[in-house]
Every structure is written in structure tokens, then in C-alpha cells.
């Protein structure tokens, strides 16, 4: 199982939470990696540290959230290219898979663009 640190927290990053757990049980045994949306993700590495991570809800007297993940439920990014302008992504939410669905703007005006980032 493994356990997602949300980016917007209590703390001022994610990765403060990690200290804090670090700090707080000495013997917590864990890696982390970010994941695409800036959300740190916790793979414990023995049964001791499952417990804690399923049990914290306090470090430091501040709200912390650690989310288990569903080991089933994964999601996959990509880009759908040449969604024409005139059609509303709207209609790419309401496909059976897609759970979010954003459609993509210059970096210099912030046009529109033909592509749509979709997650499914």
C-alpha cells in the first residue's frame, strides 16, 4: 500500500511533512517520490511504518493528511492533440474514463491551443 502527502497541507511543502514524520518516529521506514501534480508519494517499507502512516493526523500541532492509495486505481496523463477550438472540453469530462480534462494555453499570451491535457 502506499500513502500520498497531498502539495497543499498545513505546512509550507509537502516535504515538511515528510521531515516532520522523520523527526516525530525515529524508526519510520519509507521512500517518497513526487508525483506529476507535486504531491509526495510514500512507499512504507515494513508494517510498523503502515500503522503510523495510516494513524497520523497531527505533527507539530498542525493537520496532516496522508491519503492511502488504491492500488487499483491509477491514473494516466496525456495530451490529446488537435481538439478543435470551437468544441468545449466539457465534452471530453463526460467520457466514461476521463476524470479531468484541461485544455492548454501558450506560456507568452495565454491562448488556447489545439491540445488538452486529459487525465484518465
Known sequence: MKYKIP?????????????????????????VKPNLVGDLILSPQDHNTVKILSEVTNLNG?????????????????????????LPVEVIIKLPKVTKAERCVTSQDKAQTRHVLVDI
Open 7 to 31: 502539495k497543499e497541507t498545513e505546512f509550507n511543502h509537502a516535504y515538511e511533512v515528510v521531515v516532520a514524520l522523520e523527526l516525530e518516529y525515529k524508526n519510520i521506514k519509507f521512500s
Open 62 to 86: 498542525k493537520t496532516v493528511k496522508i491519503i492511502p492509495l488504491d492500488p487499483e486505481e491509477k491514473t494516466t496523463r496525456m495530451v490529446l492533440l488537435r481538439y478543435p477550438l470551437e
